[in-house]
């Protein structure tokens, strides 16, 4: 098992004829994963260089071949466009790579499309190594087994899971929920299927200065999880404050969203923190160890 | 993208928010033209987007042409001074100047993006004219929230229900929901971030007015509005911005410090834990620096240039997460970079991986930089050399 993802999971790609559609959907094939076509609006009937099938439309995709998840490139101005029409043809799970999407477009997408799983936007995907890869992940940076990775970071991802994968702790589904202010799957969305997944046996949770998506995952480890071995990394705790935070903002949050509050929540959820992405291997096999 | 007062009380204007008469002005002779022969007391207020106007004696009160001219002079004669989150204060190039206003009470309303709930939330207090962080501690029962549902939009009971819940004067009430409709107008026709009325102002008559306006548009979303890139050009960019967007990165994408080991990573979780790394080490951060995607030679040297002309960095640490770019492409890309740069030479300090990483770490040595491994040891390197290395150094 896996989260999200798994081998015979069906996936389209909106904007597949597209320079980053196109190169990325031919390494999600060489991974294995099974892309089962795509879309560009007037390249129906099409094939792509490596023989998939595109479509005008995701419906006519959708009735074509069964798919469940889609996978968007397209440019930021019609990214709600794409998540809407994804919805509308019945794809239940939806990654959004494009970087830029407007704020208010993605309150709209998540205030009306309940039940599609959206990942990001400006996110690279999720993998579940050996399995499948969905984004723009380097897939030889990671190796199967029974670790859980949720990151808000593209390359930082890579540099922990590169970490876990020379210590010998491969991974069951590695998810990079994105970095925006509104996305559609927090931590504690990935934790809760995190949860119920068997092969999964431990998590680490990538997180950043900013929102509170950190303070709320450590409580549901505290509340949800007391027996999983969780350990988390906070990056910025030298980044200079947000300059775009206004004082409406800062209110609602009050004091969280520094990485203060960030490690203080984890530690007192009992999660420890490193203070390097190097240290996590060795405090997840610490954590595995006395929790057997 | 964050507004003057005057840009925002336009977006106010257009959408119904009474607002005070007024005139936007650039010099001093402005004010007094258009004061020339007007009856009353005016308010004369610099634009820039620092708070804290009042306390710098940035808004000031005048009488007819002469004094109009008098007060604007004295605004403008001097810039904002620095506080805690402007050290380097800000230039004033324009002047509001405004009908003032018969004021008997002062409340606020504010709506944003809350990204916990992932909606619109809208913040009403009866306390305004002060800073609503100030105001959240002291009298925190005078708040009043309310999440909106985007499928449902703003309708009149949201405004009634928040000022009965934050007690806001009764005389406000008759209004309120109407101008609580048009600021949400404002906030979702414009994509804003922020949109926010402090203070909102009741004056003796009756009447209610917006007497300030602070507006964030998301930056993505501007390309919706082609006519604020007109505005921008009259916002002040600061000096990380202007240097960020010169050498063609966003202008997040770089901020200065006053350390010695400058930074450039490819994105900005990696370019965060760098900085972190640094630190961990004992040295002081001179930067920081997300290069983006495609590390190409043009990029690198100018993110080079960048960090060598701007900060006082003894040495660069770039720490490069290939994924499934090719580090030998890279490695020539930086060496080419810094055979074409003109600038003072400082030590480098290169992490790379990615496929062919050690062909990669092969160029750059023979180029004469120090390939690292790891995070940990490329910043305890760049530490120990930025500590060694005194004045200009040469590499």
């Keep these: 098992m896996s989260i999200f993802l798994d081998k015979n999971s069906k996936i389209i790609v909106q904007g597949i004829t597209g320079a980053e559609g196109s190169y990325h959907t031919s390494r999600m094939v060489k991974y294995g994963t099974n892309v089962v076509g795509g879309v560009t609006p007037g390249k129906g009937g099409q094939k792509t260089a490596g023989g998939l099938p595109v479509f005008d439309t995701v419906k006519a995709a959708v009735d074509a071949t069964g798919a469940t998840h889609t996978c968007i ?20 799970f939806a990654v959004c790579i494009t970087e830029g999407v407007p704020v208010h477009d993605m309150l709209k997408v998540v205030g009306t499309t309940a039940g599609m799983r959206i990942i990001g936007p400006n996110c690279p995907g999720l993998i579940s190594p050996g399995k499948a890869l969905v984004g723009i992940m380097p897939g030889h940076v990671f190796k199967e087994g029974d670790v859980g990775l949720i990151s808000r970071s593209g390359t930082l991802t ?37 949860q119920n997944d068997p092969q ?43 300059k775009s ?33 190097s240290e996590i291997p060795a405090l997840l096999a610490e954590r595995l160890a006395s929790s057997v | 993208m964050n507004l003057m007062e005057y840009q925002g009380k336009e977006l106010f204007r257009r959408a119904g928010i009474p607002v005070p008469q007024s005139r936007h002005a650039i010099a001093p002779d402005d004010v007094a033209e258009f004061l020339n022969g007007v009856a009353g007391e005016w308010v004369v207020k610099a634009q820039v987007l620092m708070g804290g106007r009042g306390k710098a004696g940035k808004i000031k ?11 604007s002079e004295e605004i403008l004669a001097t810039p904002m001074p620095p506080n805690r989150q402007n050290p ?21 309303c504010a709506i944003t993006i809350d990204r916990s709930t992932k909606k619109p939330a809208i913040i009403v207090s009866r306390f305004g004219g002060m800073d609503i962080e100030e105001v959240s501690e002291k009298h925190p029962e005078s708040i009043a929230k309310f999440f909106v549902d985007t499928a449902i939009g703003y309708s009149p009971f949201v405004g009634r229900e928040l000022a009965f819940e934050a007690g806001l004067d009764p005389a406000f009430r008759k209004q309120f929901p109407a ?51 007109e505005w921008q050009q009259a916002l002040p960019l600061d000096e990380d911005e202007r240097l960020a967007a010169e050498s063609g990165l966003g202008i997040r994408n770089f ?37 983006g995607g495609g590390a190409n030679a043009e990029r690198v040297r100018k993110c080079y240039e960048l960090v060598v002309n701007s900060t006082d960095a003894k040495v660069l640490f770039i720490n490069i997460f290939g994924g499934i770019t090719r580090g030998d492409e890279v490695a020539r890309g930086i060496v080419e970079a810094l055979k074409t740069t003109t600038s003072r030479r400082i030590p480098l300090v290169i992490r790379l991986t990615g496929t062919n990483e050690e062909e990669g770490r092969r160029i750059l040595a023979e180029a004469g930089m120090t390939p690292v491994e790891t995070m940990d040891e490329g910043a305890e390197r760049a530490v120990e050399i930025a500590g060694r290395t005194t004045g200009q150094a040469s590499s």
């Design chain 1, 73 to 92: 490139f397209v440019p930021p101005p019609f990214a709600a466009d794409a998540l809407y029409e994804a919805y509308d043809a019945g794809v239940t």
């Design chain 1, 158 to 194: 890579y540099e922990v899971v590169d970490g876990l994968t020379r210590a010998g702790l491969g991974q069951s589904t590695c998810v990079g929920i994105g970095g925006d202010p509104i996305i559609g799957t927090t931590f504690v969305d990935c934790l809760r299927e995190f």
């Design chain 1, 200 to 242: 999964t046996k431990a998590i680490v949770i990538c997180g950043e200065i900013g929102g509170t998506d950190e303070e709320d995952a450590a409580a549901y480890v505290r509340d949800h999880m007391p027996g999983t071995p969780v350990v988390a990394f906070v990056g910025g705790r030298n980044a200079p404050p947000g």
């Design chain 1, 245 to 277: 935070l206004g004082h409406a903002g800062a209110i609602i949050s009050g004091n969280f969203g520094t990485a203060q509050s960030k490690i203080a929540a984890f530690r007192e959820a009992g999660v420890p923190v490193a203070d390097r992405p």
């Design chain 2, 61 to 71: 009160f005048a009488k007819g042409a002469a004094e109009g001219r008098s007060v």
């Design chain 2, 88 to 108: 380097a204060g800000e230039p004033i190039k324009s002047l509001l100047v405004e009908e003032k206003l018969p004021i008997t009470k002062e409340a606020y």
């Design chain 2, 179 to 229: 101008i609580l409709g048009a600021l949400y107008d404002v906030f979702f026709r414009y994509g804003a971030k922020l949109v926010e009325i402090n203070p909102l102002a009741l004056t003796t008559d009756g009447r209610v007015y917006a007497s300030d306006a602070k507006v964030e548009l998301d930056d993505d979303a501007l390309f919706r509005n082609p006519e604020f890139a």
């Design chain 2, 255 to 291: 901020r200065r410090f006053d350390g010695t080991v400058g930074t450039m990573a490819n994105g900005a979780g990696l370019a965060m834990a760098t900085m972190d790394a640094v630190s961990f080490a004992g040295g002081k951060v001179a930067n920081f620096l997300d290069v």
